[in-house]
């Protein structure tokens, strides 16, 4: 693929979300939405104490250290 065929297959694609305005706004939407959640499961994350319960070979070494 040489430099022409890349920039007129770069004008094919401004020209579609030229057409279709509402794609960039789906596509910023979507990244948004997906942001949040990551965020919000993220402040809902247990803290390191509680995977004590989840990794019982880190609670053995825990109970043999005291």
Known sequence: MNATAAQTKSLEWLNRL?????IPLIVAGSAAVA???????????????????IFPIRMVAQLSAN
């Open 18 to 22: 030229r057409a279709n305005p509402k």
């Open 35 to 53: 942001v949040m959640v990551a965020l919000i499961l993220w402040a809902k994350a247990p803290t390191t104490a509680h995977y004590s319960a």
